[in-house]
């Protein structure tokens, strides 16, 4: 029974909010400071008497979508300004011209939505204001001025100057392309063209900009991006199939594996397989020091006749060769951090260990790129 009301709650109750409470008190303080203002202006010119006639129990509502949602495309200032207005005059029209209330209500509403739509001002509050002036039998035009307009001008005014001075923008400003390169605003034009094609196929009124739409998408890409990546270590990307050699491998069977193999690094292990160092046909032509002139063979050959004393019983031993100490990896270490190891040390093949400290894969920058590239797809 305890586990069905607890079920019974989470399908009634929406998903709480994750508003801080110092954004909520933000807001109710603009809702009480705005309704304040309002209502000392309709005492003021109603000889400090009842403020009833110089405000509008539809600005309440606006209020809040003012101080609460400031960046909602309902709370901006045409929206705010027009909308009641609009609502106003509609409403005022309709009572003059229709006399059934059961008809006058309805029809006012729904031509002031209408009306709304058509001057892309759209505002809920002011759809009461469309039902409250034929219950009130208002005919007078110059209700829409005042308190209609000026009500809704000076909660706008008192909004811009609150959201400004406590860290929220308002009004909200379209989002101006500052990207200087045409690429970037060609990108930039492409991601407008899919926002707009999916708004169009929702066929819904959205009550969020399609400049904030995109920047929450932006930023849950972004995150979904951050964190795929931080999931990825480097035993997800390495190559298990390495090719390597030992310290007393002869220099012409390593480089028969770099040729015939096509690869363009070998590690060199010890006989519990523990990374000792690399070779690379780079590190062939650095120890052939010999004329550029000559042919690359002659120049092989050349450096095979110049053994290293002591290092070796063979007298051209990988071990002659080889690069040391070599930069390896943790096969459970991030993918980015290769990122820095490619990119600042200028390597380009990271031999990677085990626990052990021993030698079970290879990363190159092609592996990097690859698995940059596959994780751009986060879906």
């Not at 229709?98 to 006012?108: A, G, R």
């Not at 590690?267 to 690399?278: H, N, S, T, W």
């Not at 990119?343 to 990677?352: K, L, S, Y």
Request: aromatic share 6%; charged share 15%.
């Amino acid at each position: 029974m305890r586990h069905f009301f607890k079920k019974l709650i989470t399908i009634v109750l929406p998903e709480t909010t994750s508003v801080s409470w110092l954004e909520r008190f933000r807001s109710v303080l603009g809702v009480v400071l705005g309704l304040l203002a309002m209502m000392g202006l309709g005492l003021l010119l109603a000889g400090y008497g009842n403020a009833s006639p110089w405000v509008v129990a539809s600005m309440g509502a606006s209020a809040f979508l003012l101080f609460v949602l400031p960046s909602s495309p309902m709370a901006q200032p045409w929206a705010v300004i027009g909308g009641s207005c609009v609502s106003a005059l509609v409403g005022v029209t309709c009572t003059q011209f229709v006399h059934e209330l059961p008809l006058l209500i309805p029809l006012s509403v729904g031509l002031a939505i209408l009306a709304m739509f058509a001057l892309r001002c759209l505002h809920a509050p002011a759809a009461a204001l469309a039902l409250l002036i034929p219950l009130g039998g208002m005919t007078d035009f110059h209700f829409v001025l005042f308190p209609v307009m000026g009500n809704a001008v000076l909660l706008v005014l008192c909004a811009v100057i609150y959201n400004s001075l406590t860290g929220k923008p308002y009004p909200q400003r379209p989002k101006a392309v500052l990207d200087s390169s045409p690429l970037q605003k060609r990108n930039r034009k492409i991601e407008d063209q899919e926002i707009n094609a999916v708004l169009e196929s929702y066929n819904q009124v959205l009550d969020i900009s399609k400049d904030d739409l995109a920047n929450l998408i932006s930023q849950v890409e972004h995150g979904a991006y951050q964190k795929k990546l931080q999931s990825m270590l480097c035993k997800n990307i390495m190559t298990t199939e390495v090719l390597y050699v030992g310290m007393d491998s002869p220099l012409d069977q390593a480089w028969n594996l770099l040729r015939k193999r096509h690869v363009k690094a070998l590690p060199v292990i010890d006989g519990a397989k523990r990374v000792l160092g690399i070779i690379t046909l780079e590190d062939f032509l650095k120890s052939a020091a010999v004329d550029f002139h000559q042919t690359f063979g002659q120049r092989i050959r050349g450096f095979m006749r110049t053994a290293v004393p002591g290092l070796n019983s063979l007298p051209n031993a990988v071990g002659q060769v080889m690069s040391k100490p070599v930069r390896v990896i943790s096969e459970d270490r991030n993918m980015l951090d290769l990122a820095e190891i490619f990119c600042g040390d200028g390597h380009h093949h990271i031999p990677v260990i085990n626990d052990n400290r021993q030698l079970v894969g290879m990363i190159t920058q092609s592996d990097f790129v690859k698995a940059i590239d596959q994780s751009i797809d986060i879906r």
